[in-house]
């Protein structure tokens, strides 16, 4: 942060550890349903069937696509190029930019939320 950049970003670590917790279980599936009993932390199917298999392949693409829809956000007010950039990346490295001149600009509000307690804080600001 500078004098004439401000930037916001939004981080989604509860969607990707959603996604990571799914697409964990998908792989630990398929490795259970390939090595058999070699594999397995419990007792369950000695051999996988075809619709095992589609199950878990769905589960890992599932997990995928809870990664893709995580994406940072980030808002950029520079006063020296004088705009207001939005920047959206996903976790694959795909970008998608925006950008608006501040003359645009009619009216922005940036909101405090969240709670600053003795234990705990969880004070953030949303634009």
Not at 70 to 84: A, C, P, S, W, Y
Not at 115 to 127: A, L, N, P, R, S
Request: hydrophobic content about 45%.
């Amino acid at each position: 942060m500078s004098d004439v950049r401000l930037t916001f970003r939004k981080i989604p670590f509860v969607i990707w550890f959603c996604g990571s917790l799914v697409t964990l279980c998908a792989l630990y599936l398929i490795y259970h349903l390939v090595l058999g009993h070699y594999g397995v932390l419990f007792e369950g199917y000695r051999e996988g069937h075809w619709w095992q298999y589609f199950i878990s392949f769905l589960m890992l693409i599932f997990g995928f696509i809870i990664f893709y829809a995580g994406k940072v956000e980030q808002t950029i007010f520079d006063k020296q190029l004088g705009i207001l950039s939005k920047v959206k990346t996903t976790i694959f490295c795909t970008r998608k930019v925006t950008d608006w001149s501040l003359d645009q600009i009619q009216n922005v509000r940036v909101f405090k939320r969240g709670h600053d307690g003795i234990q705990v804080m969880t004070i953030h600001y949303d634009i």
